[in-house]
């Protein structure tokens, strides 16, 4: 076997791969990279250990192993014993360094490493790495034909894939849900109207997980280089992961369950700061909403038609000739007069920028950039010039951090402005000038004082982009919570930006496969992101756009976009004719009534790294063929929601996960709600024991304004009156959804924009309830923070009730019934209706152990004893 022996160990110390696999040829041209054959780990020839690390030697190759954060474990090999520079840009600093430790054992085939929470198997000829469950299982093995291998710079590690082992995560991928048996590429490309297995998207999210009914692991590969996955498609029985160059260097994630993966990745690479609450309403978007009377317009129409928004977004026409930082003179005369006139009215302006910046002498950002030694030189040190929308562009080095604080500073005039929120596009980076859509290969990159070409840098470009604005206008007004949205990324951007999946398309599909791409974002520890509602490209008609509204105010970024050409149908809520106004109207208003609700659960996935939308095996594994489930999904904690993907659909059917479940269509307090039995275990089938659930399909009838929803047992949702903005009015009371049965819930509240939550200013609650035969309770079980916060007055909604109670307590004393609720701030009462088949009960603030008792028998009074029967 011939290799350059410079790059190469020698030959006797490493063993060509028994079985050759090779990264997937789906790569430009130029990106491949001459090889020289795939050799793999040989033996491992010496060891040490210390408290948490393992340092093995096979030959020239050198091995380390290291104990991380939440018993994470660590692998590094450097082909030829040789470690650059350990520096992540995904991985933040421990926060809380723990002291815990592991032990090695010696056998004469292998080493064996305990630690809390995982086990590690290196068997010795040749070096291979597996990763065991506490008791001893096997959950990501190697064998022989496994383990590292190095073709030049290019490297890969190949493992076991269990007969059910499904593959997650990735990011943001068009792929189906499940990704066993395909194979795909990290490289951040621009891709207008992508389709179903287009591949690579925007962004690069190296993190796998390894679903297993029996028992999950994720697996990041933190190498920003051009990477793939081949998850069981070369071969069936593994997988494997590589890279152009950089290291191998990669994370085993432990579980057990998926859930487990996700809170220890968060431990890793941090999780979303807290979104101001205005970036969870309605946003509309279009490209582009100018000049500045029709951006006035449109925000009249919205409070005109009652149809809540909070945001509208300014697309690159409202700069000056596509410079950056700067308004269209004749367009956007007087943006701080907008700003205030649309604040007003509650909105909040956000605006676009891409990294281009237009090589202008007379335009002053481009000269500091020059002065300032910003923009990217080409190999022969001069400043690389692409075109990208105003021409002539050149692009500012994001990976250097002085020109990430020049970039974050530029930001100035657009926050004196009164802009909100920031959209960070083209940071692929995507360039006109180059059939490869980015900038050459050979540009050149400060790296973060380690000067490296585009190859290292291409995948980080955009998250490094978000991070100067993030920072920037952090730094420009510190007392606010920023809000930023980036269409490139890589693992970590999830610190500084929401992401949007970028230019999808008005159809069907779409809409479908929005869904398996948010719920892949979400278990990647990217929970704040959104597709585009209705689609970019394209053009939606009334029932694709409403459907899409009826999934969309479940993405956590909900925003209509799209290409706005001149003479075509726009695409409001009302766009589409006063029918589906109504529905969509209806439709948005469900988002604002939830608010409370989804602030709750994102406040919780900011400090979990836990998403929002979440797939239906992360909380109901043993559930058959979960992994399948690509189009039903859990809202938060409590709620099931069944979209409706399908055209002309008259009915939607599904098999509820085990429990029982309350089906509670868009959350309509005038209907009452219906009980459904979710998937059983049944004992046997035909005296065989299966220990499989059995799901039960049901089919719902779903009109077009239908949104099935269904609360499982014992859920508790926070919910409020409809507003037109987020912030019209305070939150005076609180409406709790009760749904019958045991259970917790939760509502969390602050002052939605500040950064004062982080020194207690907040209030969050917990609830408690129980139902009995012929009870139901309601208790505030705890509060924490601020009472500032607090609601001042609930409104208990105990649904699905069978009849009118006999007694309503508070504190077990007696409150009185009214035919109508009195307001809120009078007496406590009690009221019952019958239609909706709903308790009624409104009380005033609540203090921790208060608790609302409903009775349906009359109660048995002190004194007497219950017969105990034996
Ligand atoms: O080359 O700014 O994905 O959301 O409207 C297209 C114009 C550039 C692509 C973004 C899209 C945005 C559009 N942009």
């Not at 090889?35 to 030959?59: H, I, K, M, Y």
């Not at 449109?298 to 509208?312: H, M, N, S």
């Not at 706005?564 to 766009?575: A, F, K, L, N």
């Not at 859920?715 to 959804?737: C, G, K, S, W």
Request: aromatic share 12%; proline share 8%; net charge neutral.
């Amino acid at each position: 076997m011939r290799q350059p022996p410079d790059i190469m160990p020698p030959e006797s110390l490493m063993q060509p791969q028994a079985i050759r696999r090779y990264p997937p040829a789906t790569a430009p041209a130029d990106l491949s990279i001459p090889t020289a054959g795939w050799q793999s780990l040989g033996n491992v020839t010496s060891w040490r250990d210390t408290p948490r690390e393992l340092f093995l030697s096979c030959g020239a190759a050198e091995v380390r192993l290291t104990l991380e954060r939440a018993s994470i474990v660590r692998v590094r090999v450097a082909s030829r014993g040789e470690f650059g520079r350990d520096f992540s840009w995904a991985v933040i600093p421990d926060a809380a360094p723990e002291i815990a430790t592991w032990t090695v054992a010696e056998t004469p085939d292998a080493l064996l490493v305990t630690a809390e929470g995982v086990r590690v198997r290196v068997d010795r000829n040749p070096c291979r790495i597996s990763f065991l469950a506490p008791d001893g299982r096997a959950v990501c093995e190697e064998t022989a034909a496994d383990g590292a291998a190095f073709n030049g710079p290019a490297l890969a590690c190949w493992k076991r894939l269990h007969g059910d082992d499904h593959c997650f995560g990735l990011g943001e991928k068009a792929m189906p849900f499940d990704k066993r048996g395909t194979s795909l590429v990290n490289w951040n490309t621009d891709e207008p109207g992508y389709e179903g297995w287009s591949d690579p998207l925007y962004q690069s999210h190296p993190i796998l997980i390894v679903f297993n009914p029996g028992g999950s692991y994720g697996l990041f590969f933190d190498n920003a280089w051009r990477s793939w996955f081949d998850l069981g498609k070369t071969s069936r029985s593994a997988y494997g992961f590589g890279a152009d160059g950089g290291e191998l260097n990669y994370y085993y994630v432990p579980g057990p369950t998926a859930a487990d993966v996700m809170q220890r990745y968060a431990r890793l690479v941090g999780t979303m700061p807290l979104p101001p609450l205005w970036a969870l309403g309605y946003q509309q978007s279009r490209y582009s909403y100018t000049p500045h009377t029709r951006v006035r317009a449109l925000a009249a129409e919205f409070r005109k038609r009652r149809v809540p928004c909070d945001t509208i977004y300014l697309d690159i026409d409202y700069m000056d000739g596509y410079r950056c930082f700067t308004w269209h003179p004749k367009h956007f005369p007087k943006p701080a007069r907008l700003m205030s006139h649309l604040a007003k009215q509650g909105f909040k302006v956000v605006t676009i920028l891409d990294p281009g910046i237009k090589v202008d002498p007379d335009y002053d950002v481009y000269r500091g950039g020059v002065a300032g030694d910003h923009f990217c030189r080409d190999e022969n040190g001069e400043v690389y010039v692409g075109k990208v929308w105003p021409g002539d562009s050149a692009f500012p080095d994001f990976t250097r951090a002085a020109t990430r604080q020049w970039w974050g500073s530029q930001y100035r005039g657009l926050v004196d402005a009164g802009v909100r929120g920031f959209w960070n596009d083209m940071n692929e980076p995507a360039d006109f000038s180059r059939p490869e859509k980015t900038l050459p290969l050979s540009v050149r990159f400060d790296n973060e004082g380690q000067p490296a070409d585009h190859r290292a840098a291409h995948n980080v470009y955009g998250m490094q982009m978000a991070r100067a604005t993030f920072e920037g206008v952090r730094k420009l007004r510190p007392d606010q919570r920023p809000f930023v949205l980036t269409r490139a990324g890589y693992a970590g951007v999830q610190r500084y930006a929401a992401v949007w999946t970028g230019d999808n398309l008005s159809r069907w599909h779409h809409l479908q496969m929005s869904v398996p791409m948010m719920l892949n974002l979400g278990v990647s520890g990217y929970v704040f992101c959104g597709a585009d509602i209705g689609g970019f490209m394209g053009r939606p008609d009334a029932e694709l756009f409403a459907r899409w509204l009826q999934l969309g105010i479940f993405y956590p970024l909900c925003r209509a976009h799209f290409v706005g050409w001149e003479g075509r149908t726009e695409q409001d809520p009302w766009s589409f004719g006063k029918q589906t106004e109504a529905v969509n109207r209806r439709t948005i208003e469900l988002r604002y009534r939830l608010l409370p609700y989804l602030y709750t659960e994102m406040r919780h996935a900011a400090e979990t790294g836990l998403p929002v939308m979440r797939p239906l095996f992360m909380d109901f594994p043993e559930l058959p063929d979960v992994w399948r489930v690509d189009s039903d999904f859990m809202f938060g904690r409590q709620l099931l929601i069944a979209p409706v993907l399908w055209e002309k659909a008259e009915t939607r059917w599904l098999r509820l996960p085990p429990g029982t479940w309350y089906q509670f269509d868009n959350l309509d307090p005038a209907r009452p709600a219906v009980r459904h039995d979710g998937a059983v275990e049944p004992e046997t089938i035909a005296n065989v024991p299966t220990g499989r659930m059995i799901g039960r399909k049901i089919e719902l009838a779903v009109e077009l304004g239908a949104i099935p929803i269904f609360a499982k047992a014992g859920a508790i949702v926070p919910m409020r009156e409809v507003q037109q903005f987020t912030d019209e009015r305070p939150l005076e009371e609180l409406t709790l959804e009760l749904f019958p049965g045991d259970g917790r819930g939760w509502f969390y509240n602050d002052d939605g924009s500040t950064c004062a939550y982080r020194q207690g200013e907040f209030t969050f609650e917990e609830y408690e309830q129980a139902t009995a035969a012929d009870s139901r309770m309601l208790r505030l079980a705890a509060r924490q923070g601020d009472v500032r916060f607090a609601p001042k007055s609930y409104l208990l909604r105990f649904e699905a009730a069978d009849a009118a109670p006999t007694e309503v307590s508070f504190n077990d004393e007696p409150l009185p019934r009214k035919s109508k609720l009195p307001a809120a701030g009078r007496e406590a009462a009690w009221s019952w209706l019958q239609n909706s088949k709903t308790v009624v009960v409104r009380v005033s603030a609540l203090r921790p152990g208060d608790s609302v008792r409903v009775r349906s028998r009359p109660r048995v009074r002190s004194g007497r004893r219950r017969r105990t029967r034996v």
